[in-house]
């Protein structure tokens, strides 16, 4: 039995990977999340919102990185 609420590991290799889409599958697939540990007050801050997926992104970065970096060696 298949868990709808979680990413296809196919996806998440993918995004490690550097593909595009898949990167962009997985910040919407967060996007409900990331809207609603940015709120303050009420409202979304877009501030927080902003930071919480740079860190995301970074996150998917390094570890693109790390296997390239891997790779080479």
């Known amino acids: 039995m ?3 609420r979680l990413l296809p590991y196919e996806t998440i290799i993918k995004a490690t990977s550097g593909e ?3 990167v962009n599958t997985v910040l919407r697939h967060y996007r409900g ?3 609603y540990y940015s ?3 009420g409202g ?3 501030d927080a919102e902003e930071y919480i997926t740079e860190k ?3 996150a998917i970065l390094n570890t ?3 296997d390239n970096a891997a ?3």
């Open 2 to 4: 298949r868990n709808n």
């Open 20 to 22: 595009p889409e898949a």
């Open 33 to 35: 999340l990331i809207c």
């Open 39 to 41: 709120l303050v007050n």
């Open 44 to 46: 979304i801050d877009r």
């Open 56 to 58: 995301l992104l970074t």
């Open 64 to 66: 693109i990185l790390a």
């Open 71 to 73: 790779a080479h060696n």
